[in-house]
């Protein structure tokens, strides 16, 4: 599909309300002369400040009141995402409180992961020690701002590092706040500064910068193979958290009622818009028409809404050109034949006609290798494939370029542990659907990714291993 319209006007980025089209507010972009400056600073701070050199338990209680910053501001940063990106306002909440326990879950981290021992063997010990790499680079996309955020500053910072945040240019009010709630908690300035602008330019700028050590970046795949590329010239390390075309399998023998409710769920919360929305629905074949009519009945129910409206159950796209990009998506579905069996349509109506809303759509009729089947259209578009036996489920829902989750749906425990298995996704959902939880790996195989965020691989991506040995 083609790439997003940048979303800057001149030196500005101006974020705009997609429930209303209004303005929300604007940042300034970084220009490459401040950028070098930004570096600098970095490095300086890194050196300095004494943040890498602080014992654990000091650099918790800071990570600790950035938690606090945010339990304390938690209401107007969930209303600033709803208006930045059109979240439901109760989703937004739930992010800020994902973040919030980000934080508290590296403070503990922090202090207890530092150092391996190997007892004596022979005339030494070794001591395995972890140590920053001086300034990294985060990266984050427009969906899911402020967790996104966290989920990266906070191991980054946990392991001693500077960082250079550099929020999407459709979503850049989040990551300003966030760094102005580090600094009164008292994160030394300079250890986490916001870059801004468009990904091409200055993001490029920053990944391609000498003064950069790592890059952790979460987006779209074909951007992620390009930082990749400059990554493995400049020999540093890449963590890449990317796209997905996750399957969600219900089998004849599932809880139809948990299993319809989880599949709706899973792909129109956030309106699609979530690196793990079950994009994909393979149903076992004797329930395909009984299963597909029953996810269809509901998507037609489900409440769109203003992302503040009471019982709103999907709000709007994060953007304007977001939800042309989700237009031409379905048009190209059509095209290949694909059977709309809802939505596939912006929604009629006065409370429609200022936002980027478009309908929950469900397409079948589509041979498992239509593009509509491959490419991600990370948005409220959901395509019901039939499946025959178990190996006919494999072979479709591994035949994507992606691996980033599925879900399974069977009462069977052995089947969920065959099949979860063998489907190539770092997350596997066995009769639940899109749980995340902190302490607990996530990301992707194959072009879904390299690297593990959250749990303790999360903080392991920011640290360099020394061993040192003593002789005795
Ligand atoms: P994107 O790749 O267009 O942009 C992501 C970020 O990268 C933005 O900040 C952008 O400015 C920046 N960027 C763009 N080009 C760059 C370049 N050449 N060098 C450096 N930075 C650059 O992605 P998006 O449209 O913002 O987000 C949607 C994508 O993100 C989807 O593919 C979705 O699946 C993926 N995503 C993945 C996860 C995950 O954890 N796996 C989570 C959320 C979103």
Known sequence: MDALPPAAQGDELV???????????????????ELD??????????HNSGWKTLLPHRRAL?????????VAEKDSLATLQMRDNGKPLAECRAMVDSAIGTFRYYAGVCETIETDVTPRRGDYVSITVLEPFGVVACITPWNSPIMNDATKVAPALAAGNAVLLKPSEDSPLLAPELARIALKAGLPAGMLQVVQGRGAEIGAALVAHPGVRMVSFTGGTTTGRAIGRTCGDKLIPAALELGGKSPHVVFADADLDHAVAAVVAGIFGSAGQSCVAGSRLFIEAPIYDEVLKRVVDRAKTLRVAAPDASGVEMGPLASFHHRDRVIRFVDRARAEGGRILCGGAVPEGPDYAKGAYYLPTVIDGLPTDALTCQEEAFGPVLVALPFQDEADLIAQGNGTAFGLACGIWTE?????????????????????????VTTTPFGGFKNSGIGREKGIDGLRLYAQVKSMYFGL
Do not use: C
């Open 37 to 46: 400056t930004m570096v600098e600073r970095a490095w300086q701070a890194f």
């Open 412 to 436: 069977s425990f052995k089947r969920a542990w065959r099949v979860g298995r063998a489907l190539e996704a770092g997350s596997v959902w066995i009769n639940t659907y899109k749980q995340s």
């Open 15 to 33: 974020s705009t309300d997609p429930a209303t089209g209004a303005v929300v507010g604007s940042v300034r972009v970084t220009t490459p002369a």
């Open 62 to 70: 800071i990570l600790h009141a950035i938690a606090d910053g945010l």
